[in-house]
């Protein structure tokens, strides 16, 4: 066993709390579900379009079968990253303290973990860059979902036409940054789809119905500058479609399917333990050995610039 797993002494009901935690306004994993890896760096596999081809399947009397030829398998160079957060506690907090410290300590060094990766994924899925130019779109003037005269259901239908063009599948995800969906709730295109006369705003199930996208979510999570005086969106101005796999029992069963994206995670690479410094400080930290990679932009769709500015 090595030195540092020797000085690391994980706690495991503090670690069970952290893997039960849930901020309810994390969407991250919408986009990037976690996949447990065995190492650090390696190489996983991005297959080709293999499946998606017409072959000549009848095989004539005593004729040898129809053979496929695969095509290459590309591999991607993955590494993935160390992320730690602790929180000390003096034994005099500790002792005058009405409520558990130590499971609060738990819950801020989590959801500082949790928040960094959500900024990280919504960084990631709000980049132009990554997409080809047949896979984004930048609103402009009355195109702008803020205009009454706007589409927002064309622009969706094209955004989701797109996608199956590329991998033979429509968006089954649809995340709609906080800016966008108050405007989309109260777009009287959207409303005028409604089958009632109803003056009530749009709701994310009528979304769901009008889009025909089983997962909507809404990116509702904030972020403060160093001096915690400027609060920013995670999630900005922006909607963003994509293909991901539902969940199965195998997860690395995920791998083989055209996907949008995975945060990849080190086995066993979350967990919580604890430390005491001069004997009176008590260190609550967490580790998380983890990194989201955009992995299939063919399978993803962004749509910016929903408003127009202020």
Wanted: hydrophobic fraction near 35%; aromatic fraction near 8%; charge should be negative.
């Amino acid at each position: 066993m090595s030195r540092l797993a020797n000085l690391r002494v994980v706690d495991p009901v503090l670690t069970q709390l952290a893997v039960g935690y849930s901020n309810a306004e994390l969407i991250a994993e919408y986009l990037f579900p976690m996949v447990e890896v065995d190492k650090e760096a390696g190489k996983i596999p991005i297959f080709g379009k293999e499946k998606f081809r017409i072959y000549n399947t009848i095989r004539a009397l005593r004729a040898k079968s129809n053979r496929i030829q695969p095509g290459d398998i590309d591999g991607k160079d993955i590494i993935l990253d160390e992320h730690d957060l602790e929180f000390p506690i003096d034994y005099r907090e500790d002792s005058e303290a009405a409520f558990p410290l130590r499971a609060w300590a738990t819950d801020v060094v989590t959801e500082g973990i949790q928040l960094r990766r959500e900024k990280y994924c919504a960084d990631l899925a709000q980049n132009a860059a990554n997409y080809a130019t047949s896979n984004k779109i930048a609103l402009s003037g009355t195109s702008q979902f803020s205009h009454p005269d706007s589409d927002p259901e064309g622009v969706i239908d094209d955004g989701k036409a797109a996608i199956r063009q590329k991998i033979a599948k429509h968006p089954n995800t649809m995340v709609i940054g906080y800016e966008s969906w108050r405007t989309l709730k109260r777009h009287p295109a959207l409303k005028a789809l409604l089958s009632n006369d109803s003056k009530r705003l749009i709701r994310k199930e009528d979304l769901q119905d009008i889009f025909e996208i089983e997962n909507i979510v809404i990116g509702m999570s904030l972020y403060t500058g160093a001096n915690g005086d400027v609060v920013t969106d995670v999630w900005g101005d922006n909607i963003v479609l994509a293909y991901v796999p539902p969940k199965r029992g195998d997860s690395q069963r995920l791998m083989y399917d055209a996907s949008y994206g995975y945060t990849l995670r080190k086995k066993n690479g979350l967990g919580i333990d604890s430390r005491t410094e001069d004997g009176k400080v008590e260190i609550i930290r967490n580790t998380d050995t983890y990194r989201p990679y955009l992995l299939g932009a063919d399978a993803g769709y962004l749509i910016s610039d929903t408003n127009a500015a202020e």
